[in-house]
């Protein structure tokens, strides 16, 4: 099962980068636990500079942008 996390603290972006990556794993046929990070003490322990953030499995993929469905398939693979 991957761990899906969201990073940012609740702003509009960070809602479509969860939408966005919820999509990606249901098209890929995953399990997988998605989360929404919002506690920046939590966000800056992860070393992430700029949100909306995601990070899959522990692994910060990307920062500060969000990306189309397809790019997010292809991270979470």
Request: charged share 30%.
């Amino acid at each position: 099962m991957k761990k899906i996390q969201i990073f940012g603290g609740g702003c509009a972006k960070c809602g479509i980068l969860y939408q966005h990556a919820e999509a990606a794993a249901k098209e890929l046929g995953i399990e997988y636990e998605i989360e929404k990070v919002s506690d920046y003490e939590k966000i800056a322990e992860a070393g992430i500079m700029a949100t909306p953030a995601l990070a899959v499995d522990g692994k910060v993929k990307l920062e500060g942008r969000v990306p189309g469905v397809e790019s997010l398939k292809a991270l979470l693979k």
